[in-house]
Every structure is written in C-alpha cells, then in structure tokens.
C-alpha cells in the first residue's frame, strides 16, 4: 500500500467534509425537531395520532436507510405524481436532506421517549408543586433532565448520521464518499484501497469532531453531572 499517495489524497477528499458536515448538522438539527414532535404524540392521549406514530418510528428503525434513501428518491415524485405534483426537477440534496431527518427522526423521538421514560415521576409532581404550569414543567424540569440523560446516546446518533450520509453517493451526490468513487473509477481502481482508507482517516476526523462536542455538552450540562455522579456511586 503506498501511504504516500494516502497522505496526497486526504486534503482533496477533505474539501468535500464542509458539505458532508453541514448535511449532516442541519438534518441532525431538523430531525430532533419531528423527533420531539413524535416524541409528544407518542406520549399524547390521542390514540389514532400513538399508532400512527408508532408504526412511523418502528418503519423507519427497521429498514436499511438506503432502502428509505431510495423510497424517497425515486417512489415520492411518483407518488406525488398521481396527484398533480411534480418535484421530479428537485435537487438531489432535497431528497437526501429529507431521507436523513425521516431516518433520524424516529431514532431520534425513541431516545426522547426512552428518556422521558427514566425520569422518576417526582420530578413531576415536584414541578406541579411549585406551581410550574405545563410548560414551565417542560422548559425547566423535564426537558433538561431529558436531555441530561439522553446525551450520550444523542451523540452517538450524530456519528450514525455521518455514516450514515456516505450511502448519498448512491443517488449521485457527490460529497466525501462520491468523490472518493470518483477518484477510484478515474483511476481505473488503481490506488483503491489507498483511497478507501483516506476516505475512512477523513470520516475518523469528521467524528472526532462530533465526539468533541458531545464532550462539551456534556460538560456544561448540569444534569448529566449529577447522573453521572450518581452512577458513579451506584458502581462503586
């Protein structure tokens, strides 16, 4: 293997993480979102709005996102055609963008509800009895001690999302991982596996990256301190 030619080829597929990266945020950012939206309807009295919501989480968490990728890619112009709307002419970046938010969703609004489920059901009855209204209760008891214990498993879910948007190459998205098969078919598969494994140290940085600022979340997460202080005890 000629590590040379590794070291050379890094910084070219390197140009093409800003992209990568920001797909990858503003999906994150945009699937927490419908992942506390499911989250509340799953938890809500309406029953029809639970299952429908349920069979969407469990859709989504049992299929290959690949499989989603192509659903949405090639089966909703179709879908939509039969009802006289055409987005055929989108930019592959649209289809992407929302095959990403759907997948991280329903992993996403799991996490929440698991969350939401560990915390001990005094803490609201405590916000009940300061007289915190419904969302006072949320914003300034639930939702921090949710988020607290959920952010491990939230991180780790950012660094399946980065893995997760190399499969974009699929429908011709041409990010790190498209232009690292670009660069294999021009050489004619010279060099393969020296550009495989540059690929591999590009997405190695990108989720040191992220693991650095699950690090600092944690950090300055008042809630995760005292869990984990409390955990540690337990196991000590």
Known sequence: MDFQYVLSVIPQLAGKLPITLAMVGVCYALGLLLAFAVFLGRISHFHALRV???????FVRCI???LLLFLVYYGLPQLLQTVGINI????KFVFAGTTLVLFNGGWLSEIL?????????DQRQLAATLGYGPWQAWT????????GTAIPDLGSAAIDLLKDSSLLFTIGIVDTMGLANILVSNNYGI??????????LVYWLAT???EVCVWLVKRGNTYYGFISARIDRQVA
């Open 208 to 210: 040191l990256v992220i």
């Open 64 to 66: 290959p996102i690949v």
């Open 140 to 147: 300034r008891v639930i939702i921090p001690q949710m988020v």
């Open 52 to 58: 429908v919501l349920e069979a969407y989480a469990s």
């Open 113 to 121: 509800r698991s969350a939401y489920i560990a915390l001990p059901a």
């Open 191 to 200: 060099h393969q596996a020296e550009i495989y494994l540059a690929v591999a």
């Open 88 to 91: 055929g002419g989108w930019n």
